[in-house]
């Protein structure tokens, strides 16, 4: 059971757009930068997006990030076979004390 | 070009302990502020962050983890290390060691992961 909570698969047809959500609560979430990685099919993570927003040199902007309140939302535009991937969003917990992940997202692009 | 490099054992025996090295190129380990992470993922499964350690030798590790982990740094090696104890199959999992962009978390350097199983 992951402290963050993310719906276990989306999909849609290329070139269109898709969202991920990723839940969390005051001491995650609502208090922390959220970031974002991808994860291709036996590939280490990378990452997409880190503090809610900003995307790291090299990550095209077909790929958005925002928070609101305890949430946080990953969207992706203009949908290509080769985002079929999975994805995390993480922040730090302040209660916990610990990185969390939420339990990861897959992506198919139909 | 920053390089991160597990290394390891990639069978490890229930209840010994399994211990893992990450070994960082290109750049210096003391040279920046973050804390250098072990994330782990089982297979099929999700992420799961085990610890972390700056330069310093400062450490955060995850709760449910860590009366089993024990992470230390070696800045004249370049490396940061993962030992965790009284391992069981729940155990195995693709070990990595990352870097984070920020603080602690948004980790945007990766090694490659190095597959650790637990069996007898």
């Known amino acids: 059971q992951s402290v963050l909570t993310q719906p276990p698969s989306v999909s849609a047809a290329p070139g269109q757009k898709v969202t991920i959500s990723c839940s969390g609560s005051s001491p995650n979430i609502g208090n922390s930068y959220v970031s974002w990685f991808q994860q291709l099919p036996g590939k280490a993570p990378k990452l997409l997006i880190y503090?809610?927003?900003k995307r790291p040199s090299g990550i095209p902007d077909r790929f958005s990030g925002s928070k609101s309140g305890t949430s946080a939302t990953l969207g992706i535009t203009g949908l290509q076979t080769g985002d079929e991937a999975d994805y995390y969003c993480a922040t730090w917990d302040s209660s916990l004390i610990a990185v969390v992940f939420g339990g990861g997202t897959n992506l198919t692009v139909l | 070009q920053l390089q991160l490099q597990e290394s390891g054992p990639g069978l490890v025996k229930p209840s010994e302990t399994l211990s893992l090295t990450c070994t960082v190129s290109g750049g210096s380990i003391s040279g920046s502020s973050p804390y250098w992470g072990w994330i782990r993922q089982p297979p099929g499964k999700g992420l799961e962050w085990i610890a972390s350690i700056h330069y310093s030798a400062s450490t955060y590790q995850n709760p449910s983890l860590q009366s089993r982990v024990t992470i230390s740094v070696d800045t004249s090696r370049n490396q940061f290390s993962l030992k965790l104890s009284s391992v069981t199959a729940a155990d195995t999992a693709v070990y990595y060691c990352?870097?984070?962009?920020?603080?602690?978390?948004?980790?945007?350097?990766w090694g490659q992961g190095t597959m650790v199983t637990v069996s007898s």
């Open positions: 990352a870097r984070p962009r920020g603080i602690i978390d948004a980790f945007d350097m």
């Open positions: 503090e809610n927003t």
